[in-house]
């Protein structure tokens, strides 16, 4: 089933988001700590929302910076599998709620990020509501930092295989591919100047992985969907041309756009 309220549309895909979704580099979490203070040594950036916070995979980046995260996700099987991965930690909050309405008090942190979740957004409700929850902070430090691992698509003819695998048997990749955020979307945001770095990832699977990553995106086919069958054995058929070793690799650019609410 593909969910068309997005706030549902990864119910039944949690377990493959949480195996085999990639996780942040490292230069990403240095870049986020040196530029917006975030962490417990600092008057600045020891508080932040992560809104869309799905199964805590960007949180738990932040709360490697060492201060107080508050994980906002509206799908309660996504926030089941944050609580099930981060509960243990007492650093970490888990909130029922969307980036349009996080529930947070006003003025409760010094940083709003947003992960791969963001081109779900409404742009201007989302502006409205992060500016809502920002403390004002006494420095020009970055308030706001969005982040996504975006797959290169011509890096390699794996890559170029595997994308036309999806734009051939996606029921709808093409509509909701989160590369379509432009400067336009951003400039809305942020109301004024932001920075983006660019970092280089990527993930090595095996077979078993590589089926776990495609079936982990919503816009793919799930069991009982006419198309689910014929696109894992085109997908077998693709590893099996092109792995090396017994594995493949997927490449991504991991984005970062950083800046303040003007």
Do not use: C
Not at 92 to 101: D, I, N
Request: proline share 5%.
């Amino acid at each position: 089933m593909i969910h068309t309220d997005s706030t549902r549309r990864f119910s039944d895909r949690v377990a493959n988001y949480v195996r085999y979704r990639p996780g942040y580099p490292d230069a990403l979490l240095a870049t986020l700590v040196e530029e917006t203070g975030l962490g417990p040594e600092s008057g600045s950036g020891s508080a932040a929302a992560d809104a869309g916070s799905g199964t805590g995979i960007s949180t738990e980046l932040l709360l490697r910076a060492g201060g107080e995260v508050y994980a906002v996700e509206p799908n309660a099987e996504m926030r089941a599998a944050a609580e099930a991965r981060l509960g243990g930690e007492p650093r970490f909050h888990s909130v029922s709620g969307t980036a349009e309405a996080t529930t947070l008090p006003d003025a409760s942190v010094d940083l709003v990020a947003a992960g791969q979740a963001f081109h779900w957004f409404d742009v201007e409700r989302t502006r409205a509501e992060f500016a809502r929850i920002l403390r004002g902070a006494p420095t020009e430090r970055a308030q706001v930092a969005l982040f996504w691992n975006s797959r290169r698509t011509d890096a390699s003819p794996f890559l170029r295989a595997y994308e036309e695998l999806l734009l051939r048997f996606g029921t709808d990749y093409a509509e909701i591919d989160h590369t379509k955020i432009g400067a336009e979307t951003l400039a809305r945001l942020f109301g004024g100047p932001y920075e983006k770095r660019v970092f280089p990832s990527h993930q090595s699977f095996d077979s078993e992985g590589l089926e776990g990553r495609l079936l982990s995106s919503s816009y793919t086919p799930g069991p009982g969907h006419p198309d689910h069958e014929p696109m894992l054995a085109a997908l077998r058929r693709l590893f099996d041309q092109h792995q090396e070793q017994g594995r493949v690799r997927i490449e991504y650019d991991t984005e970062l756009y950083l800046g303040r609410l003007i």
